[in-house]
């Protein structure tokens, strides 16, 4: 993740926040060339690590030195992302390659080696170029439109590495412990979503926690571009994140019997030293001791997801720091603190084309005065407390025969300079016994229960394990304290106001007429709409909802007993927040797929939204879906509000069915449009379903400015001008404004946008 100082940690992050001053002096303003890319000590410890050879380091500290390239990641449902691929593939590359700019070639767009399917990119086109080339303008406009939309992700090439390992099946229950900004979130997600028909919801879901409440709310604009049903953004810090207890068949809290998860993704806070490519800040921020400050809260955060994790579960640690106090370290003594119940796992044959370095088995520990030390003993004693402290010992390696039985080996480390990226570590962990005595005595009970079963006993055979959160009991047990457990918490100090919460609070289930108020939220809390509802009622009957749609995951923020606002979320989602109660700061979660009207004389109070389409379209009636032919697509996305006598007479008779000042969706199919004369500008594969307003004479589109640019290109090859309000003007019930891409100018900003990771 971006790295320290962004949720406690110190040192690196992007500026801090001094606003200027460094040891209580303001410092002058210094230009980005003129900041000094070197630090002696920095050097120094880093010799001393042998992180690579003596005659390579000079290349790796140069490849830190130098201008990171630029990076993104083609996202969305995959049918998508290949039309998007593709899109990037004819229409731009081929042009960028012809491209010079001052007699000098441009180097166009090319994909990552390593990353599946060509979904990764990377480019290094100079700012000053895109201004002197139309192609490179286009195809700098292409990104800050898609980047906007959702359809591309601007990320760090090794950002885009740990999600890859958790190997995320459409089944799992997934945790992100220290999630925003949220780009590796959204890769979870993507993978939960990739082996899923289309209008089908997994079983599974993913929680997107951080301990910043504006940084979870970072990770809320991420997860909307991304429209799932199985996301839950949380506000907890990630050493302290709560059980979640299962109930009884009676709706109490069965013992000690806890939700645990399949894969946990744990990118903690670090100091980022191995983005100096683009944290420039870092060569003078840097100190020998940050690590030292965030080592102990990186082991709490990995130790918790270790009590969270199933057995037989993976989970991924990682950094973008290349610090072996902050990395080996931390992996090696929770290795050796739970003695045996987690390994690391072998991926040396995944992603063959990625390369990296072995974890390393020795290292040193620097203290201020700048001397290193092999081991705890060697630190002197100082009576001002400035040298030897216990927690140090955890900073240096094991005893080498008991590093050597962790296979230590097996973590990736990922230089700079060895495929023009940010430095990296990652270690992909496996649980393979269980860890509390609550895991220990279900495991015990299991495997009697299997036995019998075995035996042809007809106790066992009549009670068999139940799957999915049933499967994740834990048997109770008093006497245990695990991290997050109701005797832990009782032992720990309370850090933070928004943690604050009564033992009735945190025992209260979660009711949909009772939501908890969280002073620390700023938003209403979501409360779940039973079918019943007066208004939900209306809106399921009015649109003809089929059944497919389970009624069960329809909730709003409610105020002064009204909403405006309806979203849904998977039975998975509302299971667990209903098994969590008060338990979970829940910032966000669902899809929207209701607003509310502003037209009084519609005949339903609520719209559809476009976020919420695709998870509707399949539950819709025909009525409400018109497929129209490119002609009518073409006339919709040309026009304003066209009139209905501009349409189709088949498009015209759907929509005189339906009633006036009412939605509808527009849908467009590609593959029924094979053999049309007249097709998109672009080559589409996936279904486009464009909400829309039927109006008394008109139809409109009801599309984010940016999705209607983005589409608009996608669909006739033409840039509309997003600094227009509402992204076009009228002339003559036209789009004046839109006009062939190669005249559109660049539009600047977005290299400022770039993922905070």
């Not at 010799?47 to 083609?74: G, Y």
């Not at 839109?738 to 005249?743: G, I, K, L, V």
Request: glycine share 6%; net charge neutral; with cysteine.
């Amino acid at each position: 993740m971006g790295r320290g100082g962004k949720r406690g940690g110190r040192g690196g992050g992007r500026g801090g926040r001094n606003n200027g001053h460094v040891n209580g002096e303001r410092q002058s303003y210094k230009r980005f060339e003129d900041l000094r890319r070197d630090n002696d000590n920095f050097r120094k410890y880093y010799m001393a690590q042998k992180i690579v050879s003596d005659s390579e380091f000079p290349e790796l500290m140069e490849s830190m030195r130098s201008v990171l390239p630029t990076n993104f990641r083609i996202t969305g449902s995959r049918q998508q992302a290949i039309d998007i691929r593709e899109q990037i593939v004819n229409e731009f590359v081929p042009f960028i390659k012809e491209t010079s700019v001052d007699g000098a070639e441009i180097e166009p767009p090319h994909p990552l080696e390593w990353y599946p399917n060509n979904f990764g990119w990377q480019f290094m086109i100079p700012r000053v170029a895109l201004k002197k080339s139309k192609e490179l303008s286009k195809f700098h406009s292409f990104l800050v439109t898609e980047t906007e939309v959702g359809n591309i992700s601007r990320q760090e090439a090794v950002s885009m590495v740990p999600p890859l390992f958790l190997d995320v099946q459409p089944s799992h229950y997934v945790l992100d412990m220290c999630a925003a900004p949220g780009s590796k979130t959204a890769q979870l997600i993507e993978a939960l979503h990739s082996d899923v028909e289309a209008g089908r919801t997994p079983e599974g879901l993913v929680i997107a926690n951080d301990a910043d409440y504006k940084r979870a709310c970072m990770l809320v604009h991420q997860m909307n571009r991304l429209n799932s049903p199985n996301i839950i953004v949380t506000n907890h810090s990630g050493e302290r994140f709560p059980n979640i207890y299962r109930q009884d068949a009676e709706g109490k809290r069965a013992g000690r019997d806890i939700v645990q998860f399949d894969r946990i993704l744990c990118d903690v806070p670090c100091s980022g030293d191995g983005t100096t490519r683009k944290n420039v800040r870092v060569w003078e921020k840097w100190r020998p001791d940050d690590a030292h400050a965030l080592n102990p809260i990186q082991s709490k955060i990995l130790q918790r997801a270790a009590y969270l994790l199933k057995t037989g579960g993976r989970m991924v640690y990682s950094t973008c720091s290349l610090n072996p106090i902050e990395n080996e370290a931390v992996v090696a003594h929770v290795l050796d603190h739970f003695e045996g119940a987690l390994r690391l796992v072998d991926v040396s044959d995944h992603l063959p084309a990625l390369k990296r370095r072995p974890g390393l088995a020795t290292w040193k520990v620097m203290t201020r005065d700048g001397a290193l030390h092999d081991d705890y003993e060697s630190i002197p004693v100082d009576d001002a407390g400035n040298g030897r402290r216990k927690f140090m010992e955890k900073l240096f390696p094991l005893s080498p025969d008991r590093m050597q039985g962790l296979h230590i080996e097996r973590c990736m480390r990922i230089y700079s300079h060895m495929q023009n990226t940010g430095g990296f570590f990652v270690a992909v962990l496996e649980k393979v016994a269980p860890i509390s005595v609550d895991e220990r005595r279900k495991a015990a009970a299991e495997e009697a229960a299997a036995a019998a079963i075995e035996a042809g006993c007809a106790e066992g055979a009549a009670n068999p394990a139940p799957k999915r959160l049933a499967d994740q009991a834990e048997p109770s047990d008093a006497g245990a304290a695990e991290p997050g457990s109701d005797a832990a918490d009782a032992k720990r100090p309370k850090i933070a106001s928004g943690e604050e919460r009564s033992e009735r609070a945190e025992r209260q289930p979660y009711l949909p007429d009772n939501p908890r108020e969280d002073p620390a939220l700023v938003e209403n809390p979501f409360v779940f709409l039973e079918p019943s509802h007066s208004d939900l009622r209306s809106i399921i009957e009015y649109y003809g909802i089929k059944d497919s749609m389970s009624r069960n995951g329809f909730l709003s923020r409610i105020e002064n007993g009204a909403f405006r606002s309806v979203y849904h979320v998977s039975d998975s989602v509302r299971e667990l927040m209903e098994l969590a109660g008060q338990r979970l700061r829940v910032v966000n979660t669902g899809i929207r797929v209701f607003s509310r009207n502003s037209v009084r004389e519609a005949p339903c109070p609520f719209r559809l939204v476009c976020e919420g389409v695709p998870q509707l379209l399949p539950h819709l009636p025909d009525r409400y879906v018109i497929a129209v032919s490119f002609r009518d697509l073409k006339t919709l996305l040309d026009e304003v509000n066209p009139l209905f006598t501009a349409l189709s007479d088949e498009c015209h008779k759907r929509l005189s069915l339906i009633p006036a000042s009412s939605s509808v969706v527009v849908a467009y199919d590609p593959a029924n449009h094979v053999n049309d004369e007249e097709k998109p500008f672009t080559r589409m594969t996936a279904q486009l379903a464009i909400p829309c307003w039927r109006g008394q004479v008109s139809l409109s589109v009801h599309m984010d400015k940016n999705q209607l640019c983005s589409l608009i290109h996608r669909v006739l090859g033409r840039s509309v001008d997003r600094n227009t309000v509402g992204g076009y003007k009228l002339d003559n019930n036209s789009r004046s404004s839109t006009r062939s891409a190669a005249e559109t100018p660049a539009l600047a900003g977005d290299d400022d946008a770039s993922d905070a990771e």
